[in-house]
């Protein structure tokens, strides 16, 4: 891997500057992310305009750019050597939500949980699925993130996305959606169009807060993480597996398997990615060795 810091011209930073772009040098990831780990990014961008998205694509196509999308890294683990290139974040007009009739569309970066706020305001259900995940829609979709057996897809209609410069209107049913993915690979999707029914207030209060409580119970919400560090194999789920196998509370530096829930690293202070990645080969042995079942990391390690 290329080692040195990546620049970009100045040109390009005038013009995003003056298309409100914020530009930030030798941002630290760990600052930027739930898990609270991660070095420099040589920039962090907050790009908040569809005009200054192309102007920042257009010039990473031509210059070979290396960039990361982040929506509110809650499911990423940045590296110790911080990332070489750019971290984008979209801001402004992509947090912009919209509703007419059963329809929520959502800027990219939209909170979940503000989608899902404004979906109960309305007597809008379908995103109970999603009741208490952190994160933006756009990663949401992208991830196809949920709870076991429901996940965001099935409140999807559409999406806007840009592959490089293009910019593209896919239709749900042209998307590969399976679980915690959605095939959107190498798109950066600007808005989600969510497509909702009409039910009673108090039931979809009730599955929002029966959701909430019961992840309350079971997870380490109090410490940083970055969610499941695991996708569930094919009819088991990975936290029981590591449970099963005696993992919980077992430690590397700063970061231990969460006597909670054991599918989920936390950061007791001041963890390492090293730290968490150690833990991850650990676990993955262990599992192996025990129930012959390789597991496949959930959260993108950058
Ligand atoms: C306490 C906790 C509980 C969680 N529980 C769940 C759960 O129950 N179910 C679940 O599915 N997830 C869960 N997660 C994981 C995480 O919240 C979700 O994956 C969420 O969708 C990530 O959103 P984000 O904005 O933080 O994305 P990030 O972590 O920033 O990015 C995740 C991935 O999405 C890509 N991405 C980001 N924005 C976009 C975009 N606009 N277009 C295309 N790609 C994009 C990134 O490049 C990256 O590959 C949990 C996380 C935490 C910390």
Redesign the pocket.
């Known amino acids: 891997m290329e080692t040195g810091r990546r620049n970009i011209k100045t040109d390009l930073i005038n013009t995003l500057c003056a298309l409100d772009c914020k530009i930030y040098k030798d941002e630290l990831l760990s600052r930027r ?2 898990f609270k780990i991660g070095g420099a990014a040589d920039y962090f961008m907050e790009i908040p305009n569809e005009k200054a998205l192309r102007e920042f694509l257009k010039y990473a196509q031509k210059n070979n750019t290396r960039y ?9 683990l940045f590296s110790d050597e911080g990332y070489r290139g750019v971290v984008i974040r ?1 801001t402004g007009d ?1 947090e912009r939500l919209e509703i007419k009739d059963c329809e929520i569309s959502c800027g ?2 939209v909170s ?1 949980a503000v989608a899902l706020k404004v979906a109960l305001d309305n007597n809008l259900s379908g995103l109970e699925c ?1 009741s ?16 076991k057996d429901l ?2 897809s099935r409140a999807v209609k559409s999406v806007e ?1 840009y592959r490089g410069v293009k910019k593209k209107l896919i239709n749900k049913e042209k998307i590969d959606f399976g679980y ?1 993915k959605s095939g ?1 690979e190498g ?4 808005k989600v169009n969510f497509s909702l029914k009409k039910e009673e207030r108090n039931d979809i209060l009730k599955e929002v807060l029966e959701s909430i409580q019961k ?1 309350s119970e079971a ?3 109090s410490v940083p ?4 560090i695991f996708k569930n194999p094919p009819g088991i789920s990975a936290g029981k597996l590591i449970d099963e196998a005696g993992l919980k509370g077992v430690c590397r530096g700063a970061a231990k398997i969460s006597e909670k829930h054991a599918n ?1 690293i936390i950061n007791t202070g001041g963890a390492k990615s090293a730290d968490v990645k150690e833990l991850i080969a650990f676990i993955r042995k262990t599992v192996e060795d025990k129930f012959g079942i390789r597991l496949e990391t ?3 390690i950058v």
């Open positions: 992310s739930s990361f999308l982040a929506g509110c890294a809650t499911n990423v979209l992509f990219g970066s979940l999603v208490g995940i952190p994160g933006t829609a756009g990663a949401a979709v992208f991830g196809n993130a949920g709870g996940w965001i996305v915690r959107l798109c950066i999707i600007t992840r997870q380490p919400l993480n970055a969610g499941c989920f959930e959260i993108k």
